[in-house]
Each structure stands twice: as structure tokens, then as C-alpha cells.
């Protein structure tokens, strides 16, 4: 697992209410955050979907998960459910989810095939999975270029797993995003 840079800093170059609100989120949906930290990603898609939505916010990091709760707790968000596990074996529902969501995470698990599994599982019909991930060439930031996928190895996935209407884009200097349908 790479390192999980500060929210201040991350927020330089990453906004998650922007790029949620690019991927089609809204009031009352499901989200599924799958290796979702300290929840750069989760807490606001809790806002977004509101009261009558739910977040499942997926890691395998327990103190992670605990300052996740924390953030979520001090703003009065009641609709996020954690789930200590790791994405390879994690389904806290079946065709629950309007959206699966990997913020800058799907290359760091062992099996990248099996959590797609468990996120399309996971997906009601017609529902998104949206990868954002970071672009594969050296930087300064981010993770070891070795463990980087590329845009094509994530849509192989992608396809691999039974995903369509796969789409590409370019989100900031650093990261792709690419979204599919169940």
C-alpha cells in the first residue's frame, strides 16, 4: 500500500466534491468507497447522497476506518457504514450500489481482478464503477511507478470483469478517471 498523503496537501491537487459531482453522484444514491482511508472520498459522497442515501466506506486499515468515523461524527453524517476488510473479500451487499468508487486505490490491492468481482457484485444493474487512479509515468507524487496501472491495464480489467460503456478521461495533471456499467 502506498502512503496516504495529508488531506490538506491531497486537496491541492485532488478535490472530491468536484470529481464526485463529475461522475454523476447524487442525492439518495449508494456508494461504495472500496479502500477508502481516512475518507478523502467518503465523507463528501455522504453529503452528497444525503439522508437518504448510504455510503459503505471498504478498507483493510482499522485506524484509518477510526478517523474516518471521527470526521464523520464531528459533521453529524449518520449514513456511512464501515467495513474493516479487505476489498479481495469484502461484499456488504448485493445489488445494493448505485456507484463502486476507487479513489486513487485500486492498484494498491494483491488482486485488482477480485475486487472488481466484489464491486460489480455489488453493483445494481445499470450502476458505475469509476476509477480514478493515478496516470502511469514517474512523478513525484503518488506511488512507485511499478505499481501504477496504466489506463489500458485498468480498462482490461474492467472488460475482464464484465463492465461496459467503459470511458477514459483526464482528470487533472496527475490522475485518469474511467467509468463503467454493469
Not at 478498507?59 to 464523520?72: G, M, P, Q, S, T
Not at 453529524?76 to 451487499?93: D, Q, R, W, Y
Not at 485488482?112 to 455489488?122: Q, S, W
Request: with cysteine; hydrophobic share 40%; proline share 3%.
Amino acid at each position: 500500500m502506498c502512503m496516504i498523503p495529508d488531506e490538506t496537501e491531497r486537496r491541492g491537487w485532488q478535490n472530491p466534491e468536484e470529481i464526485l459531482s463529475r461522475t454523476g453522484l447524487k442525492e439518495g444514491d449508494t456508494f461504495v468507497d472500496i479502500g477508502c482511508g481516512k475518507g478523502f472520498f467518503a465523507i463528501p459522497a455522504a453529503r452528497i447522497v444525503g439522508k437518504n442515501g448510504k455510503v459503505f466506506a471498504i478498507d483493510a486499515n482499522k485506524a484509518f476506518l477510526e478517523e474516518l468515523v471521527r470526521k464523520a461524527s464531528a459533521e453529524g453524517l449518520k449514513n456511512i457504514s464501515v467495513v474493516n476488510e479487505a476489498g479481495e473479500t469484502s461484499v456488504p451487499c448485493r445489488g445494493c450500489a448505485d456507484m463502486a468508487f476507487f479513489g486513487i486505490s485500486l492498484h494498491d490491492f494483491d488482486d485488482a481482478g477480485k475486487v472488481l468481482e466484489n464491486a460489480h457484485a455489488m453493483l445494481k444493474g445499470g450502476g458505475k464503477v469509476v476509477d480514478l487512479d493515478w496516470k502511469k509515468e514517474e512523478a513525484e507524487k503518488g506511488p512507485p511507478y511499478r505499481i501504477r496501472f496504466s489506463e489500458e491495464h485498468a480498462i482490461e480489467l474492467l472488460k475482464d470483469t464484465g463492465f461496459r460503456e467503459i470511458a477514459a478521461t483526464e482528470e487533472g495533471r496527475f490522475h485518469y478517471r474511467i467509468t463503467a456499467v454493469k
